[in-house]
């Protein structure tokens, strides 16, 4: 049984920095590849970021790209999402996910991802 549980949103002002983490219980974390998605009141679910079971391999939207990191410790069974100046438009729900497929790539498509958390909402305010 995977569970996924996510942490550290907060309230911040616009171009600040926020750091969100993403605890993983269950076996074979390092399997799994891993991901962020956001979804914004009144809007669906979107790709934020992800990374592959090793952590090698990671990928990003356009409108993050340059201010969020993806990382992941396969020790400790974390995944964190580090985010540099924040935008108002960055305001959200974020979900961790996990693809229970071993892979070197990694998907942008929610479809994909067969565990998700509860969601942590990060606030920025203008």
């Known amino acids: 049984q995977v569970q996924l549980a996510e942490s550290g949103g907060e309230l911040v002002q616009a171009g600040g920095s926020s750091r969100l983490s993403c605890d993983f219980s269950?076996?074979?974390?390092?399997?799994?590849?891993m991901a962020w998605f956001r979804q914004a009141p009144g809007k669906g679910r979107e790709f934020v970021a992800g990374?592959?079971?090793?952590?090698?391999?990671?990928i990003y939207a356009d409108s993050v790209k340059g201010r969020f990191t993806i990382s992941r410790d396969n020790v400790k069974n974390t995944l964190l999402l580090q985010m540099n100046t924040l935008k108002p438009e960055d305001t959200a729900t974020y979900y961790c996910?996990?693809?229970?497929?071993?892979?070197?790539?990694?998907?942008?498509?929610?479809?994909?991802?067969?565990?998700w958390g509860q969601g942590t909402q990060v606030t920025v305010s203008s």
């Open positions: 996910a996990a693809d229970r497929r071993t892979t070197l790539s990694i998907s942008r498509y929610e479809g994909d991802y067969d565990y």
């Open positions: 269950g076996r074979n974390f390092g399997s799994f590849g």
């Open positions: 990374v592959n079971w090793n952590g090698r391999n990671t």
